[in-house]
């Protein structure tokens, strides 16, 4: 009786034995496998392990990692506002009314105000961004290679109805007048418009040497700007605007203008119709750029141009460009300004 006891005793501590064996090999393997997972997965989840960590999206961010807070616009493109720099014209109130919603349309998407101004003159404009007071400017193309070099600035957008683009040079004269031909011109009083001004005085000063360099052909360029030497008398009037009035009030016997002059002064009712005769036209000059400061950050010349290049209010057409409501701002490429080049150096124009 007593064996039967302890063989029953033996029988249950070994039953025992073989239960907590098997208890801690369960343990061991649950453990190996959370951490083989653990591994593979890159985290652990607090509940697998005693103490164990949190996963990384549970971790809290170190103060020294947070993300910096973003910069302010200003900061960001490092000017307080955009300068938009024009050339003196007949702006009317519809024409500033429609300017200042385009420059409060600009303004939201670049997060600084939007100002423009109207410049004395060509170089003044480009002046101004020489030195960083403007950082878009509407230039004539004489004018806009200069920039480039003086300025650094960038062609970006013409403004046309398809996207081909040009004018040209008129020279003009009272419809009463008894000139005809450049040949008539010889004597006479003549008002350019601006020394860098393209149609108002490269472009016309090149085609008058072209036209007498057989017979006249010692003349020079300077010659056409100094009294006496072909015209009677020479000036420069400062807009295509002014040299179309000098014509039309006698004060000049003839005048460079812009192609689009004559027809914008009779329509502000500035000019009878009728009354202004055109004796030459120029070949074709490439169109006056939207040209922009090229040290500025590239993402802010990139947000400028885009939206220059998509702005579709037809409202602001029909106002800016009423002679053509179908206009829009087109891109275009320095090469194009390459003739310009040309005259330039043919007469020496550089600084």
């Given at each position: 009786?007593?064996k039967?006891t302890?063989f029953?005793?033996?029988h249950?501590?070994?039953?025992?034995?073989?239960?907590?064996?098997?208890?801690l090999?369960?343990g061991c393997?649950n453990t190996a496998?959370?951490a083989a997972n653990g591994s593979a997965?890159?985290?652990?989840?607090g509940?697998?392990?005693i103490?164990?960590?949190?996963?990384?999206?549970e971790?809290?961010?170190p103060?020294?990692?947070?993300?910096p807070a973003p910069?302010?616009p200003?900061?960001k493109w490092?000017?307080?506002?955009l300068?938009?720099?024009?050339?003196p014209?007949e702006?009317?109130?519809?024409v500033?009314?429609?300017?200042?919603?385009?420059d409060?349309?600009l303004?939201?998407?670049?997060?600084?105000p939007?100002?423009?101004?109207?410049?004395n003159n060509?170089?003044?404009?480009?002046?101004?961004?020489r030195?960083?007071?403007?950082?878009?400017a509407?230039l004539?193309?004489f004018?806009?290679?200069?920039?480039?070099d003086?300025a650094?600035?960038?062609?970006f957008a013409?403004?046309?109805p398809d996207?081909t683009?040009?004018?040209?040079s008129?020279?003009?004269?009272?419809?009463?007048s008894?000139i005809y031909?450049?040949e008539?011109?010889?004597g006479?009083?003549?008002?350019f418009v601006?020394?860098?001004?393209?149609s108002?005085?490269?472009v016309p000063?090149n085609e008058?040497?072209n036209?007498?360099a057989e017979?006249?052909p010692?003349l020079?360029?300077?010659?056409?700007h100094?009294?006496?030497?072909?015209f009677?008398?020479?000036m420069f009037?400062?807009?295509?605007?002014?040299?179309?009035q000098?014509?039309?009030?006698?004060?000049?016997?003839a005048?460079?203008?812009?192609?689009?002059?004559v027809?914008?002064?009779i329509r502000n009712g500035l000019v009878?119709?009728?009354?202004?005769?055109t004796?030459?036209?120029s070949p074709?000059i490439?169109?006056?750029p939207?040209?922009?400061?090229?040290d500025?950050?590239?993402?802010?010349k990139?947000l400028?141009?885009?939206f220059?290049?998509?702005w579709d209010d037809q409202?602001?057409?029909?106002i800016r460009?009423s002679t053509?409501?179908s206009?829009?701002?087109?891109p275009?490429?320095?090469?194009?300004?390459?003739y310009?080049r040309?005259?330039?150096?043919?007469?020496?124009?550089?600084?």
């Amino acid at each position: 009786m007593k064996k039967e006891t302890d063989f029953g005793k033996k029988h249950w501590l070994i039953l025992l034995s073989v239960i907590l064996a098997a208890i801690l090999l369960a343990g061991c393997g649950n453990t190996a496998n959370g951490a083989a997972n653990g591994s593979a997965s890159g985290s652990t989840s607090g509940s697998d392990t005693i103490g164990g960590s949190a996963t990384i999206s549970e971790q809290a961010t170190p103060l020294g990692a947070m993300a910096p807070a973003p910069l302010d616009p200003k900061e960001k493109w490092g000017i307080d506002k955009l300068v938009i720099v024009l050339l003196p014209g007949e702006d009317t109130p519809e024409v500033s009314y429609s300017r200042n919603l385009f420059d409060e349309a600009l303004s939201e998407v670049i997060g600084i105000p939007v100002e423009e101004f109207h410049g004395n003159n060509y170089s003044a404009c480009v002046e101004a961004m020489r030195t960083g007071h403007a950082h878009v400017a509407s230039l004539g193309p004489f004018a806009y290679v200069h920039a480039v070099d003086r300025a650094g600035a960038e062609a970006f957008a013409v403004t046309s109805p398809d996207g081909t683009h040009g004018y040209y040079s008129h020279i003009i004269v009272r419809a009463d007048s008894d000139i005809y031909s450049l040949e008539d011109l010889k004597g006479r009083t003549f008002g350019f418009v601006d020394p860098e001004s393209t149609s108002g005085n490269i472009v016309p000063s090149n085609e008058f040497l072209n036209h007498y360099a057989e017979t006249m052909p010692d003349l020079t360029f300077e010659d056409l700007h100094i009294n006496g030497r072909f015209f009677e008398s020479v000036m420069f009037t400062g807009t295509h605007a002014n040299s179309c009035q000098g014509v039309y009030m006698g004060d000049v016997d003839a005048a460079a203008v812009t192609s689009t002059t004559v027809a914008a002064q009779i329509r502000n009712g500035l000019v009878e119709e009728d009354a202004i005769r055109t004796i030459f036209v120029s070949p074709l000059i490439p169109a006056s750029p939207l040209c922009i400061k090229g040290d500025l950050p590239q993402e802010l010349k990139d947000l400028i141009i885009d939206f220059f290049l998509t702005w579709d209010d037809q409202g602001f057409w029909d106002i800016r460009s009423s002679t053509n409501p179908s206009n829009r701002y087109w891109p275009v490429y320095d090469y194009e300004y390459d003739y310009i080049r040309e005259l330039r150096d043919k007469f020496d124009l550089t600084d």
